[in-house]
């Protein structure tokens, strides 16, 4: 099974400030996923991350707010941009090898 | 459209009960894959089980088993002898295996279970 692992695991920022996180995966995987958890909720797919090309975004988010970048098989990035407290939430990086796996997550805090 | 329907969004029963968790899907694939995962209160997603449409056998690994019915589009788990270290959420999540969805996993509202001593 594929092994992910997520930079920061925690964080608390100010509003109108942007994170950075990062996920690196143990194996070369052709496409990433990044799933946000609002407080309480189930899962949402914010986007899917190929490498060499645009990250491909769902309904609701778009890529001004959470910029993508996948710059090899391995390692991509979430940045949550002009953060506000509705932006609080676990942000979670997945692949899928064989079946679908998650990162142990990011949980953000805006004030 | 795929949906995924937790009904029991809380259940509380004291350790050693056995507690089934259900699952109801709706998809218009005819080949998709069903999971269940763990979230404790550390927050990871924790994987249990992938199953492809195409096997209706129930599952069983520990005191964990599952029974998926494709006739009532039901994906349903057990924990038989539940655990205080089985308190966590448990997500049902479908994924179909074409096209654009093939690429996304629909879950479920998650349903809390919490196991008293």
């Known amino acids: 099974s594929a092994v992910i692992s997520q930079k920061p695991s925690r964080d608390i920022c100010q509003r109108g400030t942007s994170l950075t996180i990062q996920c690196q995966v143990d194996?070369?995987?052709?496409?990433m996923f990044w799933y946000r958890q609002q407080p309480g909720q189930s899962l949402t797919l914010i986007a899917t991350a190929n490498q060499g090309s645009e990250a491909t975004y769902e309904s609701g988010f778009v890529i001004d707010k959470f910029p993508i970048s996948r710059p090899n098989l391995t390692f991509s990035t979430l940045t949550v941009s002009n953060m506000s407290p509705e932006d609080s939430s676990i942000y979670l990086c997945?692949?899928?090898?064989?079946?679908?796996?998650f990162g142990p997550g990011t949980r953000l805090l805006v004030l | 459209a795929q949906k995924v329907t937790q009904a029991q969004t809380e259940i509380s029963v004291v350790e050693k009960e056995d507690v089934t968790l259900d699952c109801v899907y709706e998809?218009?694939?005819?080949?998709?894959?069903l999971f269940w995962y763990k979230q404790p209160p550390s927050g990871e997603l924790v994987f249990l089980i992938r199953?492809?449409?195409?096997?209706?056998q129930n599952e069983i690994s520990g005191r964990y088993s599952w029974n998926f019915q494709k006739s009532t589009s039901s994906f349903n788990f057990t924990i038989t002898a539940s655990q205080v270290v089985d308190s966590a959420v448990y997500f049902c999540a479908l994924r179909a295996t074409v096209g654009n969805a093939g690429n996304m996993l629909t879950f479920g509202g998650g349903t809390r279970l919490m196991v008293k001593p």
């Open positions: 199953r492809n449409s195409f096997d209706e």
């Open positions: 998809t218009r694939d005819t080949t998709y894959y």
């Open positions: 997945s692949v899928v090898e064989g079946t679908q796996y």
């Open positions: 194996s070369q995987v052709t496409m």
